[in-house]
């Protein structure tokens, strides 16, 4: 569940970020939003291979 709104939020974030830059350091341009997408694919990974190491203990 914790995922779902972290990778929620994020995509959110670029949204913005495509929309109107955020002008945070690393997002000054609208091309930068891809950051915020690789970010949400990373947490995600990270989310389920915790799920998965965690689900058989």
Do not use: E, H, N
Not at 25 to 38: M, N, Y
Not at 39 to 44: E, H, N
């Amino acid at each position: 569940m914790t995922s779902k709104i972290i990778l929620f939020l994020l995509l959110c974030i670029a949204a913005i970020q495509v929309i109107k830059p955020l002008g945070w350091p690393g997002l000054k341009k609208r091309s930068d939003a891809w950051r915020l997408v690789a970010a949400a694919i990373g947490v995600t990974f990270v989310m389920l291979v915790l799920t998965a190491l965690f689900q058989g203990a």
